[in-house]
């Protein structure tokens, strides 16, 4: 008889998790998953797929607008903000009942509890009191919003989780933020028909990437009717009789509803982690290395909770990198660099690899290539918008080290240029690819000009 009731036990089953289990039970081991909510996490269920949905939704305003340049008549468009959650929850009804099926079909147990630590093998179910030992253990709980500080009133703000719950529409909505959730949120409640005010803390939004994409995108959303405020802060939160009123760092608001997305944090309160001797860093990140290994012998941890690169698809490859390594008898690493992300922001934001500045401090030689244009649809639709894209280039080896496009369907083609990135190819490869024409992307292959050219001198 083994000693071990499973071979492998994951707490959590989010993304990564359940991708973790699968390939597991798929190579023959006894796998039992816990989920004390709802069966895909964080991006099925409060993520990225509702949030796309309801992009989606903001969207159709634009297209009844343009369609009269295109010779459409249509009746003013009525939006029922009701039927669109009804019918998101549906959806994600329908892809969880698809995750269970999915795990159950590869013969994973599934049991709806908390799951706690309370040695390196040993598993509690507080449902239950039940406990399981396991051979291994796979933390994957991910993370969960972060009010950033303690206010006055801060029991009148909601994060990413309820927005997508709301029982109706707010008429004016202050989000404070600057990173993926809060942009993508403001433009799907402008979108909707909201007024929004974005307020944020540093000088522009979207820190970490390119400045001429934040730029670009920040006077995009301006054009759009979005107030944003920088260098500011939600000092409290006051219900009145007309809302809530805000107070900022140097003035007041009163909009219906305030949402803070200031970031997300490692979800690991109440685990029992420090029973099992698993540390964490500064952050409460769960530490892992290279293989997902944590401090503590036989646990690991993916995804979120540890806080590397916090992007959905990035959990699925590190729970099938596990997986692969303590099941699999292979050593599989994940390459965390060059990963392309997108922002489903309006307009959309696509990148892959280094920033202008981040290239001008790693290398002696930067080409920088830049174009920026009206869309063809939006020549007769009357539109004042823009798209912007923008190569970085080593100009030693002519190797492209960044990509970033604001604009229609930036998220759909870095995907395809992340290949060509992945693979070192240079300004000369992309160059010699013919344009498809008329496309925006036909941008990407036909820019020569350079737009600036850096080069370091060498430290004495």
């Given at each position: ?67 009269a ?38 013969k ?158 490692p979800?690991?309160?109440?685990l ?27 646990i690991?941890?993916v ?32 390459d ?6 997108a ?5 959309e ?7 202008e ?48 496009i ?55």
């Amino acid at each position: 008889m083994s000693d071990f009731d499973v071979d492998l036990f994951v707490i959590g089953a989010g993304s990564g998790g359940v991708r973790a289990a699968r390939i597991a039970a798929g190579y023959g081991a006894r796998v039992t998953i816990a989920e004390e909510y709802r069966v895909g996490g964080t991006c099925v269920i409060r993520g990225c797929i509702p949030k796309k949905l309801l992009v989606y939704a903001s969207r159709y305003a634009d297209e009844f607008e343009d369609a009269a340049g295109y010779g459409w008549r249509v009746a003013k468009p009525v939006f029922h903000w009701p039927t669109l959650i009804a019918n998101k929850d549906r959806e994600i009804d329908r892809l969880e009942g698809a995750y269970v099926a999915n795990l159950e079909r590869s013969k994973v147990n599934i049991v709806r509890s908390r799951a706690v630590l309370e040695d390196a093998h040993r598993v509690r179910l507080t449902a239950t009191g039940e406990i399981v030992r396991a051979r291994h253990i796979l933390i994957a709980t991910g993370g969960w919003p972060h009010p950033g500080a303690d206010i006055p009133g801060l029991e009148h703000v909601i994060s990413s989780n309820e927005a997508l719950d709301l029982k109706e529409l707010p008429r004016r909505i202050l989000i404070q933020g600057g990173g993926y959730i809060a942009v993508e949120f403001a433009g799907i409640f402008r979108g909707l028909g909201s007024e929004v005010t974005l307020v944020y803390r540093g000088d522009n939004i979207l820190r970490g990437f390119d400045e001429d994409v934040r730029e670009h995108l920040r006077s995009e959303m301006e054009k759009r009717g979005i107030t944003i405020l920088t260098r500011r802060l939600v000092e409290a939160v006051e219900k009145v009789e007309q809302g809530l009123c805000v107070s900022l760092t140097d003035q007041s608001v009163t909009v219906d509803q305030v949402m803070f997305a200031t970031g997300r944090r490692p979800n690991v309160s109440g685990l029992g982690l420090e029973r099992a001797g698993v540390q964490l860093n500064e952050r409460g990140a769960i530490i892992v290395d290279k293989f997902s290994r944590t401090s503590a012998p036989h646990i690991y941890a993916v995804g979120d909770v540890t806080d590397r690169i916090n992007l959905t698809p990035v959990a699925i490859r590190e729970g099938h990198a596990f997986a692969d390594t303590v099941f699999g008898g292979r050593e599989v690493v994940v390459d965390h660099s060059d990963i392309p992300t997108a922002v489903f922001s309006e307009p959309e934001v696509g990148v892959i690899g280094l920033t202008e500045a981040e290239a001008r401090q790693r290398y002696t030689h930067v080409d920088i290539y830049k174009s920026s244009f009206r869309p063809l649809k939006m020549t007769l639709a009357a539109r004042d918008t823009r798209s912007f894209y923008k190569l970085v280039v080593d100009g030693e080896s002519d190797r492209v080290l960044g990509c970033h496009i604001v604009g229609p369907d930036a998220g759909e083609m870095i995907q395809l240029v992340g290949i060509a990135v992945k693979m070192n190819a240079t300004k000369a490869d992309f160059d010699r690819v013919i344009a498809v024409h008329p496309t925006a992307a036909e941008e990407l292959v036909t820019m020569r000009t350079k737009a600036a050219s850096y080069v370091r001198e060498a430290a004495e």
